[in-house]
Structure formats: C-alpha cells, structure tokens
T-cell receptor, first 114, second 113 residues
Framework: DVKVTQSSRYLVKRTGEKVFLECVQD?????MFWYRQDPGLGLRLIYF???????EKGDIPEGYSVSREKKERFSLILESASTNQTSMYLC?????????????FGQGTRLTVV | GNSVTQMEGPVTLSEEAFLTINCTYT??????LFWYVQYPGEGLQLLLK?????DKGSNKGFEATYRKETTSFHLEKGSVQVSDSAVYFC????????????FGAGTRLAVHP
C-alpha cells in the first residue's frame, strides 16, 4: 500500500523557534509537495521538488524553506516560527512519469505556534 | 491563471438525501480534474478523477462529469450516508512535468441520521 508519512501529527512551538517538518514516501515518486491548509482557503502550495536537491517555490513560500537530500524525504523548515504559521501542513508526492495522475497525501501535521 | 471555485459550505443533509457539490474551474490548456476527500483527522484521499472532456469519474457511489463547455466538475451522490461526512476538495492538474495540483477552498459535508 502506498504511503506518505509525516513525522508528527501535532506540534506546538514557540515564536522564533526553528521548526522542521519531515515527510517520507515509499513510492519512489519524483515529485514531492508541501501545502498548508487553512479554513476557507483550501490548500495552498508552499514549495515543491521534482528531483533530489531540486526545489521550486509555490504560491506562498515566504517564511519557509525546504530540503530534499534523498528522493524519499522532503523537509519543510520554518526558519523563525511566527503565530501566522499556525496551520495544518500536508505533504504529498506524485509520479512524474504518469502525467495527470493523482498525488498521495500524508496524514498532516497540525502546527501551533505560541 | 488557473483556479478552482467550489460552493461554500457547510452542506448539511439527512441520510439518504441527494448530494451535489458544485465545482467550476478556470484553466489555460486541458487539465485533469479531481475530487479529494478529507475525513476528520486525516490527510486527503483521491475520491475520483477525469482526464478529458466528457469523462465521468466514479467511486463509492460518487460521480462527477468533466464538462468543458461549462468548465465544471460537479460532485454528486444519490444517497449519502453518515460516513460520507467529510471535507471535499475539487482540484485541477496538468499532465506531465511537476503534476502540481490547484485546489478549491473545500466544502464541508455533514450528514445526519
């Protein structure tokens, strides 16, 4: 069964902390994505990666960075957490070769910044 | 630009009622269209998809038809169950390349016995 695993379901961090959200997929997918989900706004793309060490900005990259050192792992980094980054974060992966196919999502990390 | 618009929720129905959740899109080119579902406390799961005009996607009693002339992909189910209570997201994406998905805002469905 295909799987995208996010390292934490719930996180509480303090303002100004550096925060790492980890995501691992076991499907050998080329593409990986980080979205944030907020009520009334749906899912907004933060960053994505189409290959190891490659990254592209999404629609709302400000305040975030990413790292992809291995194909199966994609990390989202909040350099200095702020309260407006309190949100649900969703990781996803997809295969580049099967164009138009679906993305597979992790269970989400609910981050609260206090 | 590319975008997806969904009807606002929440939608509240009684069990066995008919469900329609409207979705329209704006896109340059010919996207694939998707419905994802998010059950409480979980990530998103693909519910159904359609890759070209007039295709009908179906799964678990849900259906949606890709209508190019009206740029729509409305989700329907003839008889909802309490277990269908969830948030439903319409999305579009393009073949090949990065497969980025663009999502609507989501529609919360609550089904009561």
């Amino acid at each position: 069964d295909v799987k995208v695993t996010q390292s934490s379901r719930y996180l509480v961090k303090r303002t100004g902390e550096k925060v790492f959200l980890e995501c691992v997929q076991d499907m050998d997918h080329e593409n990986m994505f980080w979205y944030r989900q907020d009520p009334g706004l749906g899912l907004r793309l933060i960053y994505f990666s189409y290959d190891v060490k490659m990254k592209e900005k999404g629609d709302i990259p400000e305040g975030y960075s990413v790292s992809r050192e291995k194909k199966e792992r994609f990390s989202l980094i909040l350099e200095s957490a702020s309260t407006n980054q309190t949100s649900m974060y969703l990781c996803a992966s997809s295969s580049r070769d099967r164009g138009g196919t679906e993305a597979f999502f992790g269970q989400g990390t609910r981050l609260t910044v206090v | 630009g590319n975008s997806v618009t969904q009807m606002e929720g929440p939608v509240t129905l009684s069990e066995e009622a008919f469900l329609t959740i409207n979705c329209t899109y704006t896109a340059t080119g010919y996207p694939s269209l998707f419905w994802y579902v998010q059950y409480p406390g979980e990530g998103l799961q693909l519910l159904l998809k359609a890759t070209k005009a007039d295709d009908k996607g179906s799964n678990k009693g849900f259906e949606a038809t890709y209508r190019k002339e009206t740029t729509s992909f409305h989700l329907e189910k003839g008889s909802v169950q309490v277990s269908d209570s969830a948030v439903y997201f319409c999305a579009l994406g393009f073949s090949g390349g990065y497969n980025k998905l663009i999502f609507g805002a989501g529609t919360r469905l609550a089904v009561h016995p």
